[in-house]
Nanobody
């Protein structure tokens, strides 16, 4: 299993970024996919999760209405569209999937929100 994130960077408050996670090594369309983040000095937290067919999503309260998770099963890719970014969104963002009994993580992509 390999998960490769991209799309992070430096953005001003109020700006937008779209993260991508390219997956390989498993049947992508059969599994939930998630985005987590870990800010400076903080624990890793769940940001958003999407069901295998993309019909169900859930979000952390802190990002509801601003972030959107989506997936393209034909491309084995999951996305995180982040709008109205705030300084407190600064973190390393990780792609994740759980294929029993293993929990898989990407290498992470840094998102920095600062003026």
């Amino acid at each position: 299993v390999q998960l490769v994130e991209s799309g992070g960077g430096l953005v001003q408050p109020g700006g937008s970024l779209r993260l991508s996670c390219a997956a390989s090594g498993f049947t992508f369309s059969n599994y939930y996919m998630s985005w987590y983040r870990q800010g400076p000095g903080k624990d890793r937290e769940l940001v958003a999760r999407i069901s295998p067919a993309g019909s169900s999503t859930n979000y952390a309260d802190s990002v509801k209405g601003r972030f959107t998770i989506s997936r393209a099963n034909v491309k084995n890719t999951v996305y995180l569209q982040m709008n109205s970014l705030k300084p407190e969104d600064t973190a390393v963002y990780y792609c994740n999937t759980f294929t029993f009994p293993n929990n898989y993580w990407g290498q992470g992509t840094q998102v920095t929100v600062s003026s």
